[in-house]
């Protein structure tokens, strides 16, 4: 425990290895990007309105992200997870099978937004420290909860851990008081049966906003005297591999950045389709007969063939992929309500079939794989090879790419001039004296 600790107080995001850096940065733009293109979607307007009357603002406040409404620092965490989860294109990992910064980048938020509002300056290089502990503890939370629990789980089971970690560093927690707020948010961490959500999709999605709730609850709950250690996926002597390296190698490393705001496990396939149509001008919608996905058991489990809302599409695998052959693109926009009621996307879905294959399914989930076969109306038949997800460590975006998915998920909600300020910011964060300055950015409607 006393190494974790001396982690999350003594991190410096200078000190970091420069590649580790660009990723920290990286996930924050990627973060904040869907949170601006997600700020108007049903569940976070829902998360939104219960945040501001069930969690009002008091002696500590926050604001809202991309809206600007004040409210408690817990009721921003619910509201910012619900937020960035809504969008499913955030980034993620594998190891984890699961996702960190649509729970802790919110809570962070909060928490900076309350405190400053109190008088403290907080530099955009604490900031980044504070967000690299949050990320790298909550990630390895993640593998040490995949790696004992029976149960696959949703990431706020795990990602609360993170916050923890990032808000104990701007607290200046003692040690024994942030032992009790990891054991806190473990004990109360939200341990949701995620193939039950793959197999029913609604808006609690991947618990992000439970995650960060957890967190920010669990320093509050610690700094007013409960008691709560010990935390099992930190504390263990079956989880102590995954801590041993700590400060010395960067689970954050490991991430990955999705082109599509849809399900990590429908993305290869995205991939193959995307990659084979470049390949052949014959393979557009009007030309495809019938459509076979191989994909591994999870993947296969999306289906999703009539979605009824943003929350089944997102959640599924033929949806999507009948959007991009149809549309040549798959954003934001191919997940409202007219897109949803498109005849040609649902008629092209109906050709869609999508099998499990097993030996997809044996190399799961160390590799996210899906192979993908088009049968055309004049009887050529074009394939792909087995295909990993573009945005994958071994197929990683570029960073030019990675700003470019920015723009176009903020561009639709912010002015261009807003979404190049935030660029600019995150690009120098490190050197500002107050992260004030990009507060005013993504705190503010």
């Keep these: 425990m006393s190494s974790l600790y001396a982690f999350q107080r003594d991190t410096h995001f200078r000190s970091l290895p420069t590649a580790t850096q660009h990723i920290v940065k990286a996930s924050l733009i990627d973060i904040l990007g869907v949170a601006a293109a997600a700020r108007e979607t049903p569940a976070c307007q829902a998360a939104r309105r219960y945040a ?9 406040a926050s604001r809202t992200l991309f809206n600007g409404q004040a409210t408690h620092p817990l009721g921003a965490a619910w ?12 980034e ?24 400053r509002e109190q008088g403290r300056t907080i530099s955009g290089e604490e900031f980044l420290s504070a967000l690299c502990v949050g990320y790298e503890t909550a990630l390895r939370a993640g593998v040490a909860l995949m790696a004992t629990a029976p149960e696959y789980h949703a990431s706020g089971a795990f990602s609360g851990i993170g916050v923890v970690c990032a808000g104990a560093r701007l607290l200046g927690l003692d040690e024994q008081t942030f032992r009790h707020a990891l054991g806190i948010a473990e004990y109360f961490g939200p341990r949701c049966p995620m193939m039950r959500l793959i197999d029913h999709p609604s808006m609690l999605r991947d618990a992000h906003g439970a995650g960060a709730f957890s967190g920010v609850n669990a320093l509050l709950l610690a700094q007013a005297g409960i008691t709560g250690a010990p935390a099992e996926t930190v504390e263990d002597d079956r989880v102590a591999a995954c801590w041993s390296d700590l400060g010395t190698r960067w689970e954050i490393d490991a991430q990955y950045f999705k082109p599509w705001p849809v399900c990590r496990w429908a993305q290869p396939a995205l991939t193959a389709a995307s990659d084979l149509m470049k390949a ?48 040549g693109q798959l954003g934001p926009n191919e997940f409202d309500e007219r897109a949803l009621r498109n005849e040609e996307i649902l008629a092209l879905c109906q050709q869609i079939e999508i099998v499990e294959a097993a030996d997809l399914s044996a190399r799961f989930p160390d590799e996210i794989l899906s192979r993908v076969y088009f049968r ?13 997800a573009r945005g994958d460590p071994q197929m990683p975006l570029s960073a030019e790419e990675l700003r470019d998915k920015f723009r176009r998920y903020s561009h639709g909600a912010l002015h261009d001039s807003r979404s190049d300020n935030i660029l600019t910011l995150v690009d120098s964060l490190e050197h500002s004296v107050d992260c004030h300055a990009l507060l005013e950015q993504v705190l503010v409607a």
């Design 92 to 115: 993620g990992h594998f190891t984890s099978k699961g996702h960190a910064g649509a729970t802790v980048v919110p809570a962070l938020l909060a928490l900076v937004d309350a405190y």
């Design 52 to 60: 501001l009357e069930h969690h009002p603002a008091s002696r500590l």
């Design 376 to 388: 055309l109306k004049d009887g050529r038949e074009i394939s792909s090879d087995i295909t990993c």
């Design 280 to 327: 052949h001008v014959a393979l557009r919608a009007h030309n495809i007969l019938h459509i076979r996905v191989e994909t591994f058991h999870e993947s296969m489990r999306l289906q999703g063939h009539a979605p009824t809302n943003a929350d089944e599409a997102q959640y599924a695998l033929a949806y999507p992929l009948a959007a991009l052959l149809q549309r």
């Design 79 to 90: 509201a910012g997870g619900f937020c960035v989860d809504s969008l499913d294109a955030h």
